[in-house]
């Protein structure tokens, strides 16, 4: 049995052209990758595949690139992902406060999506704001400061 090609020729165009831009394989995987998560919200072990043959790279070396990098999914995921933030300064700002806040709006728990597929719940290492604690990314934008209050209005910003 054949599984089909899920790549777009648009995808194979643009990251062929990283590709180019980025000799380096370790670099246009990591690129390449994102393109192909910006159409599928995930990397599935078939792009895996399709995008080590581009690169001329195994596929377990692409795997470890995107296991390597947590802003790549590598299980389907929501329309939006919230990545809680949950190293220490977080925690000595209040995480478990934000984190419980979260998940009773979710009625998620870490690692899960929500039944209408809007959100998915993750964590993530230090974001880099700890003088900004409790902090989360939703997608690609970075909230900080967070307070059990602003949480409400944030979430449902993102549809
Ligand atoms: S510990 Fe959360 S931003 Fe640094």
Known sequence: MTTENILTTAEITAIQEIYRHFPEKSAACIEGLKVIQQHHRWVSDQAVKELAEILDM???????????????????????????????SCWIMGYDQIAARVKKQLAIGYGETTADDRYTLLTIQCLGTCDHAPAMIINEDLHRDLTAESIGPILEHYQ
């Open 58 to 88: 195994s596929p377990a070396a692409i795997d470890s690139v995107a296991t390597y990098y947590n802003l790549i999914f590598r299980r389907p995921v929501g329309r939006n992902v919230v990545l809680m933030c949950n190293s220490v």
